[in-house]
């Protein structure tokens, strides 16, 4: 039996360009279906957040449309409820990746609220892609890589192949011209080799203990191949 440390948003908003606060939070299915895979190898999951607050599911991600219809939304609102890890996460200040053997971080907005910004987040992001643990990130989640920085100023990921939301996703989802910053954009500037497919298929990407997937159809596999590597 495996640990792993689902490090999770604890924002509920995402500040525009604007400064309007768009509702957001962690998206649903990015959470649910590794947490589903995860649970059903026999694996212990342990949720944080920055400050131990219990995070915010983004409604939208509950919604039929991205669930394939009311029944698909039904189910994965319900897998949610039925996941108590959720409801009493640790504080991700109190986490000592010793503790862990893999490390998964879901998306959503949020992530670009809190973590891109969040200081513990990235020390826990160098550390445990220092370790060689498998260290899976999706959709815009990657965000919370910008603030993995190494004592020279230089990002932790620079140099690494890695995927997440791309530019054209987000204008596709509406908010490109609303958002503060893009994704992509930050990324490519941090150094990063940002490899992205075709909007919204399954992408996941894997560079040395680094496991990352585009977007919400990319949570599965990259769970799988996580699964692969704890063996």
């Known amino acids: 039996m495996s640990k792993i440390l ?24 990015e959470a649910v279906a590794p947490y589903e895979a995860f649970k059903k190898a026999g694996d212990e999951v342990v949720v944080a957040t920055p400050g131990g607050v219990v995070p915010t ?22 897998a949610l409820e ?45 550390d445990a892609l220092d370790s060689g643990k498998p260290l899976a990130i999706v959709c815009h989640a990657p965000a ?10 230089t990002n932790a990921f620079a140099g690494y192949q890695v995927t997440g939301f791309s530019n054209a ?5 509406g908010f490109a011209d609303k958002a503060k910053w893009l994704l992509e954009t930050r990324l490519r500037e941090a150094g990063v080799d940002v490899q992205v497919g075709e909007p919204w298929a399954p992408k996941v990407v894997v560079d040395r203990n680094l496991v ?20």
């Open 6 to 29: 689902f490090v999770v948003t604890g924002a509920d908003h995402w500040t525009l360009a604007d400064g309007t606060q768009h509702p957001t939070g962690f998206w649903a299915e």
């Open 57 to 78: 599911v983004d409604k939208g991600s509950l919604a039929p449309e991205v669930n394939g219809g009311q029944e698909g939304a039904d189910r994965i609102a319900a």
């Open 82 to 126: 039925a996941a108590p890890e959720f409801k009493r996460p640790v504080p991700l200040e109190d986490v000592n990746l010793d503790d862990y053997d893999a490390v998964f971080y879901p998306g959503g907005h949020g992530p670009m609220e809190d973590l891109a910004v969040d200081a513990t987040s990235g020390r826990l992001l160098v």
């Open 144 to 153: 919370a890589m910008l603030a993995a920085t190494r004592p020279d100023g």
């Open 169 to 173: 996703e987000e204008a596709q989802a």
């Open 212 to 231: 990352t997937g585009q977007n919400p159809a990319s949570s599965a596999p990259l769970a799988e191949e996580v699964l692969k590597r704890l063996g």
